[in-house]
């Protein structure tokens, strides 16, 4: 028996004028209503949000797992769809959403991440299958996590199934923008933790970071993405070194800039 629903496509931005097209033409026949929650954008973001009769609405950002709940909760329809504004869906998995909306049968739905780096779509290095739950019903589950690695929860006993295609992902375009971002997401990730009263030792920094580099680069096959693959196993396991780093800095009583 045919369960049809709406969907909301929700999207959190800020100064997102190189990928929020894309985004949106992605979302556009998919979605009943389309919901942008801006972060005060000096860029062209709005004018490109309004060219696609979206829902624009600007709040502060206090957080990646605040924000996207806040947007969320803006959402018309109980049943959400989820995306960066530098991700899509690809045709195959707009194809599966659709059905979806036919015939409404889980609690949420989750869908494998392919990730494009600097031109190259990255199959291994840990990024590949990435999936993420990013349909569901609102009222079973809702974003948490630890800042900046913000996940959708899920209520126990809730039914998920994977559909196929996957979730388009334009990460990064140069390798400075890679290293540049992924130190602001270890001081996230280091407050995080500090305000939850985390320790780390010196052993555990050091192990921590070689194991990182062993796993994505050998053991998650990173070798096999080539140069790219390098740099993104090398630069994960430097971020896990700043992450803990940060950390001990913090617990030590200093301030680190954001």
Request: with cysteine; charged share 20%.
């Amino acid at each position: 028996m045919s369960n049809p629903v709406k969907i909301s496509g929700v999207v959190i931005t800020y100064n997102e004028e190189r990928n929020i097209e894309r985004c949106l033409q992605s979302l556009h026949d998919i979605c009943d209503e389309i919901v942008v929650v801006d972060s005060f954008s000096s860029d062209r973001t709005k004018v490109i949000c309004e060219q696609f009769g979206v829902r624009f609405i600007e709040n502060p950002f206090a957080g990646h797992i605040e924000q996207k709940n806040f947007a969320m909760n803006q959402a018309g329809n109980d049943y959400v769809l989820s995306l960066d504004a530098d991700e899509a869906l690809s045709p195959e998995l707009q194809q599966a959403i659709t059905m979806v909306k036919q015939d409404w049968t889980h609690d949420a739905y989750r869908f494998n991440r392919f990730t494009n780096y600097c031109g190259q779509w990255i199959k291994h290095s840990g990024w590949y299958p990435d999936t993420k739950t990013r349909l569901w019903d609102r009222r079973k589950g809702k974003w948490g996590g630890t800042n900046p690695h913000d996940s959708v929860q899920m209520e126990g006993n809730t039914g998920q199934r994977h559909l196929k295609g996957n979730l388009l992902h334009y990460s990064y375009y140069t390798m400075e923008e890679h290293v540049l971002r992924s130190a602001k997401y270890a001081k996230i990730a280091a407050k995080a933790m500090h305000a939850q009263g985390r320790q780390v030792s010196m052993a555990k920094m050091l192990l921590s970071t070689g194991f990182r580099f062993v796993q994505d680069y050998i053991f998650r096959l990173g070798f096999l993405d080539g140069f790219y693959g390098l740099v993104i196993c090398g630069t994960s396991s430097h971020t896990t070194f700043l992450k803990y780093a940060y950390l001990r800095s913090l617990n030590a009583g200093n301030v680190i800039d954001e």
